[in-house]
T-cell receptor
Framework: GESVGLHLPTLSVQEGDNSIINCAYS??????FIWYKQESGKGPQFIID?????DKRQGQRVTVLLNKTVKHLSLQIAATQPGDSAVYFC???????????FGRGTSLIVHP | DTEVTQTPKHLVMGMTNKKSLKCEQH?????MYWYKQKAKKPPELMFV???????INESVPSRFSPECPNSSLLNLHLHALQPEDSALYLC??????????????FGDGTRLSIL
């Protein structure tokens, strides 16, 4: 079946840097995308979402970009902090469905 | 603190034991989910309840038995599990089950170890 994947399994940055986590998807019927953050010992936490009628959405220190032409999703974290260290999952949902398909995750390590 | 509460946080059981995992949410969500997650892997969907009815079973072995007693509670009954069933079991909920893509709210999971 179609899948959601990530380019980089581990991303290591210095505190204060900007981080970019990427996600590729192949299902052209996907119309809802979401990023989750999962800290050690915790469940995934919602960070930000975007629907396919948008190409950019901003939150507090986070921005999600959606490029439907190349089926690419990214999460940008500004001024990365040690508390941002976690595994980040993208997930996509096909039009008409409410069941997400998760990507394989990227581990973000922030060095103080 | 998460709005989805799971108990117990940790569970160790033998292969012949029977135990249950519990999940509770009071957000009025009408869709509830069980996921299994192995270390450093994404969550894998097991079951979905929509308006208290089982709507999706992702070919899960019968040694896992879900139950939804009411709209706020979700249980997962375990019996005769195998060592490969050791994992983090996550419960999640979302607002509606028929309105397309929406955020899921996850609990912090039950860490299950099978001896």
């Amino acid at each position: 079946g179609e899948s959601v994947g990530l380019h980089l399994p581990t991303l290591s940055v210095q505190e204060g840097d900007n981080s970019i986590i990427n996600c590729a998807y192949s299902n052209s019927a996907s119309d809802y995308f979401i990023w989750y953050k999962q800290e050690s010992g915790k469940g995934p936490q919602f960070i930000i979402d975007i629907r396919s009628n948008m190409d950019k959405r901003q939150g507090q220190r986070v921005t999600v970009l959606l490029n439907k032409t190349v089926k690419h999703l990214s999460l940008q974290i500004a001024a990365t902090q040690p508390g941002d260290s976690a595994v980040y999952f993208c997930a996509e949902t096909e039009r008409g469905s409410y069941i997400p398909t998760f990507g394989r995750g990227t581990s973000l390590i922030v060095h103080p | 603190d998460t709005e989805v509460t799971q108990t117990p946080k940790h569970l160790v059981m033998g292969m012949t034991n029977k135990k249950s995992l519990k999940c509770e949410q009071h957000m009025g969500h009408r869709a509830m989910y069980w996921y299994k997650q192995k270390a450093k892997k994404p969550p894998e969907l097991m079951f979905v309840y929509s308006y208290e009815k089982l709507s999706i079973n992702e070919s899960v072995p019968s040694r896992f038995s879900p139950e939804c007693p009411n709209s706020s509670l979700l249980n997962l009954h375990l019996h005769a599990l195998q060592p490969e069933d050791s994992a983090l079991y996550l419960c999640a909920s979302s607002q509606e089950a028929d309105r397309g893509g929406q955020p899921q709210h996850f609990g912090d999971g039950t860490r299950l170890s099978i001896l």
